[in-house]
């Protein structure tokens, strides 16, 4: 699976920002989706998943600010901030998983390049 993230960018404390995550060369909706950001000088965390079925996880930070969406006709996976905090930049990477949900890193096979997101104060 090829995976493109998109949709980084600069945006105030408290902004909106929806990533997108563009996949090709398998079939969509037989793979688990996740977000993962890390910022610098820290390890990679955990913010996002769906399963293919359409059912969602989240990481603490982001509950009630996140939403994590899929459109499986358009092999899209999407992230949708709102109430961004500074603490929120990071690059943002999508990852696909066959079959089954997770939500550490490395339970993820396939990897798309990060997108970069900045907010500031």
């Known amino acids: 699976v090829q995976l493109q993230a998109s949709g980084g960018g600069l945006v105030q404390a408290g902004g909106s920002l929806r990533l997108s995550c563009a996949a090709s060369?398998?079939?969509?909706?037989?793979?688990?989706m996740a977000w993962f950001r890390q910022a610098p000088g820290k390890e990679r965390e955990f913010v996002a998943a769906i399963s293919r079925s359409g059912s969602t996880d989240y990481a603490d930070s982001a509950k009630g600010r996140f939403t994590i969406s899929r459109d499986n006709g358009k092999n899209t996976v999407y992230l949708q901030m709102n109430g961004l905090k500074p603490e929120d930049t990071a690059a943002y990477s999508c990852?696909?998983?066959?079959?089954?949900?997770?939500?550490?890193?490395?339970?993820?096979?396939?990897w798309g390049l990060g997108t970069l997101v900045t907010v500031s104060s």
């Open positions: 060369g398998r079939t969509f909706s037989n793979y688990a």
């Open positions: 990852a696909a998983r066959y079959w089954i949900l997770g939500n550490t890193p490395m339970e993820y096979d396939y």
